[in-house]
């Protein structure tokens, strides 16, 4: 861990992330990651989340969006008229806190903004400072993304076109492009145009950062150069603890809008064989249909193998009759929990996952087989890398026509994991290979880390 500098004028970042868990992680890990390197940083975030911000590393300040007192995924929440109030609401509670530290011995030199909020790059810039923007979506995703909104791609995306290539990249099927280019261009219209608002004016950030690492996504081009998007890895954004251990006591993000539940899950986990237990957890929006929901808990039940299962209480209470009773003896179910601590603990032989890009990172951070049940957004795209492209798992199939993953299906797919066969095997060695990779690349002098030096010394050459 490098030393807080004692200069007169401190470097000073000022993170604006977007207002829901899995941005919040990987944007203060990052703030974290500059403080151990002697940056001062500032958090501003919505009024609603200031209080889930716990690590002592960071100055937290509020900002609003004009609905202060409200999670903005509560019922009826509308992306585009949220996008405006907070642009609204934001733009000048944020011009606000810049200008309190102006005449301080450690004015703002950076704002390092979520990429779903491009208004950033407008708030920095009237305010003389740099500007970083921060994707959480993977290269891959961004790349595709940033194809569809400058029109290389139509929208939306054609179900019969073949695949769709990036060069430097894997191509990406119809059923494994971002959702709201495709699947779901008409049902969540509001959230394809904020994925595409993302690019219009990134390139003018100083900065372009994306939550991964070298090695990761990138292939060889067979004919001329990469078209991928150009960006800064510095990735994987998980706490230090896990990866290089530089960053003493950083075991959690430190950002949680939700109370886990750990003492009861360690003690759980504590009583089962290792490798013996699969990990359950589809994010925190966890969102299923009912008969899809049936499915994964049928698959669960007929396997037979332990499992401690992250599921919303309004969920419990749709499971299939008996479900809970028959399978009491090898089940925890819990509200939500401290996820890397599960996944560390030697019991887990498997995650079970939505495959979003935090949950995925750190799967293969902690070198984790993983089956993943995507639903919509990016999660096509990583549980096809998980199976395809890292082999450190599998990608289940959805029954033809229907949109479900049957429970057979999940069954499967667990078994080729956990029962310790020739591909489970193969499947634990790629993901020991891939957790070094990412132990390596955040360790002092590795790619990320290099990386993250040069964005900190960009800052030093100011004073």
């Known amino acids: ?23 919040l992680n990987p944007m203060v890990q990052f703030a974290k990651r500059l403080v151990s390197k002697g940056v001062k940083v500032t958090v501003a975030t919505t009024t609603y989340t200031v209080s889930s911000i716990t690590t002592p590393l960071v100055t937290v300040e509020s900002i609003s969006d004009g609905c202060d007192s409200l999670p903005i995924t509560m019922p009826g929440f509308n992306v585009d008229i949220y996008s405006k109030s907070f642009r609204l609401h934001g733009t000048e509670t944020l011009t606000r806190i810049i200008k309190k530290f102006k005449s301080t011995d450690s004015p703002v030199d950076c704002l390092v903004y979520n990429s ?152 759980w986990l504590g009583t089962k064989p290792t490798k013996s237990v699969i990990f359950v957890s589809f994010g925190s929006f966890g969102i299923f249909s009912e008969k899809q929901l049936g499915e994964i808990a049928s698959a669960l039940q007929e396997s037979n193998f332990n499992f401690l299962w992250v599921i919303k209480d309004a969920h419990v209470a749709k499971l299939p009759e008996g479900f809970v009773e028959s399978t009491k003896d090898r089940v925890l179910l819990v509200s939500w929990c401290n996820q890397l601590e599960v ?43 998980v199976d395809e492209v890292w082999k450190v798992g599998y990608r289940v199939k959805e029954e033809a026509g229907e949109g479900v993953v049957k429970s057979k299906e999940v069954v499967k797919c667990l078994k080729e994991v956990m029962e310790g066969g020739e591909s489970s095997v193969t499947i634990r060695e790629s993901s020991k290979k891939w957790r070094d990779l990412a132990v390596k690349a955040m360790s002092e002098g590795g790619s990320s880390d290099q990386r993250i030096n040069e964005f900190v010394e960009s800052l030093v050459k100011k004073h």
């Not at 030697?346 to 750190?362: D, M, P, V």
């Not at 993943?372 to 999660?379: E, I, L, M, N």
């Open 1 to 23: 861990m490098v030393e807080t500098t004692t200069n007169k004028l401190q470097r000073h970042v000022v993170m604006l992330p977007y207002p829901v868990q899995g941005h």
């Open 116 to 267: 779903f909020i491009p208004w950033g790059l407008e708030v920095a810039r009237s305010n003389s400072i740099s500007a970083a923007v921060f994707f959480t979506n993977n290269l891959t995703v961004c790349s595709m993304l940033l194809k569809f909104s400058n029109g290389a791609f139509s929208l939306p995306a054609d179900p019969n076109s073949g695949t769709y290539l990036v060069p430097g990249l894997p191509a990406l099927r119809y059923d494994e492009l971002p959702s709201f280019t495709g699947r779901h261009w008409l049902s969540h219209a509001g959230h394809g145009r904020m994925l595409l608002k993302q690019f219009s004016n990134h390139e003018n950030a100083d900065w372009i950062f994306v939550n991964g690492f070298d090695g990761l996504e990138t292939q060889e081009c067979e004919i001329g150069e990469s078209e991928a998007m150009k960006a800064t890895l510095i990735g994987p954004m998980i706490p230090s603890a896990y990866l290089d251990d530089r960053i003493k006591g950083d075991k959690g993000y430190g950002a949680s809008l939700l109370k886990p539940v750990s003492e009861e899950c360690m003690e």
């Open 343 to 385: 996944l560390t603990h030697e019991s887990i032989g498997c995650f079970l996952t939505h495959c979003g890009w935090n949950s995925t990172l750190e799967g293969l951070s902690l070198g984790v087989p993983m089956v993943g049940v995507p639903q919509w957004s990016d999660q096509m795209c990583n549980a096809k890398f």
